[in-house]
């Protein structure tokens, strides 16, 4: 959970020693403070869902939040120099090393333990490697809490708002339909969101940077909030046709025979995949204008329209209850994204025509795709055949009709920079070279 210190010190125009021992201290602090919550409620939440060894999970698992708040503030510096590469490699390890742990754990004895431990070492490794990755050493300090309090504190606040409008239909399809449907609810919706959060949201993250640094100029600021968008989209477009177009496929494949029930789910969950990763760009972009406190207000009440409109859905049946929480993503996303370009006016006509190759690619190559070609072949080689096939048509149309459609645009201009930086970030150049 995100106490909204990192996105502090990117917005901020000037950084000094104080800003960031203030930062990390305070995401020290305030992640103790949650975890030691987290172990006074573990009785309760265990009597209450009727599971005596949650008591033990929650309160060993909460131990991740302070041990991954103790990471030197130095990786905060990285972010704001959209310098990634130091921070991808201790990714790798971070993420190698706790899948490692978690299949050891599970092969010998698979319970829950296998997940909690795996996130545990996952959260050491990241405290101790990063200061591996960067020099900075920090101190405690509280010199700046005030002024970084009345940043971080609508962060902090969101962050449980936007958890309770992440869980309310879970919530609603435990009490309503039964442990049993829980579980294939939210597995399918698992399923929706793991390219999100394994690989797009992180992919995202330094546009949060980007979009900052070009906040004092106007103009700037548009070019770099449509960029960031339409390559958000164009990278969304293609996956969320194929996750519509063969749920039974994927979720055969990913989950196994016996969840078949639940596979039409994944239809609405991929409208809410489409926009989790892009409502996750679209606050960034928020943050990074300063808006903290409206973007909190705008969370808090779309998450009591969420509640409400949802309620009455509870009675009709879990597809309908998530093609309802689908299309209210949708709603919730769009008008965040009109919010947006009336604060930073970035041409939402513009963006849509930049769009546009990767709609019709996406919805050609599912034309392809979807003719009869395959013959009887098994689940898994069908789903890699369709798969491969898929990314292929739809990456290599989107680049022709890009090139034809877009070829004068300044925007496609920046894109073959990119190519030939061959990994250096374009947001590096100087503020009066967009292109």
Known sequence: METGNQQYIIQKDQIEHADLNTAWSMDVAIKTGMALLIIAIAPLVAGYFETPELTAALSIGALALPIRALKTPGMMLLARNISYRPMFKLTL??????????????????SHWAIIIGNLVSAVIL????????????????????????????????????FTR?????LLVSKVFGTTQLGGYNLVREVALLPALSAIVPMSEPLLAAIAQGKQDANILAYRVRLSLALMITVLIPITTFIMLY????????????????????????????????FELISNAVIALGKVKALFTFDMVTTLIIISVLLPFTTTGLDTLAWARGWLAVLTTMTLLLILNRWAPFNLLRLCWLCT????????????????????????????????????IAAILIVILAALMLGRSEEWGQLRSMTRALGQHPYNRKDGDRT
Request: proline content about 6%; charged content about 10%; overall charge positive.
């Open 247 to 278: 749920p039974e496929l994927i979720i055969t494949v990913l989950l196994g025979d016996r969840w078949q029930t639940y596979a039409p789910l994944l239809q609405p969950f991929g409208l809410y995949f489409f926009t989790f990763c892009l």
């Open 166 to 170: 992440a869980q309310i239909d879970n």
């Open 93 to 110: 390890w971070q993420k190698g090393l706790s899948f490692v742990t978690i299949i050891t754990i599970a092969f010998v004895q698979p």
């Open 357 to 392: 190759p990767a709609l019709i690619a996406s919805l050609a190559a599912a034309w392809v795709v979807s003719a009869p070609l395959f013959g009887e072949l098994a689940i898994l080689p069908e789903f890699l055949l369709r798969g491969f096939l898929f990314v292929m």
């Open 127 to 162: 405290a101790v490697g990063s200061y591996q990755v960067h020099s900075y050493r920090p101190s405690w300090s509280l010199l700046h809490v005030r002024t970084q309090w009345r940043f971080s504190q609508w962060l902090l606040m969101r962050g449980v708002v936007g």
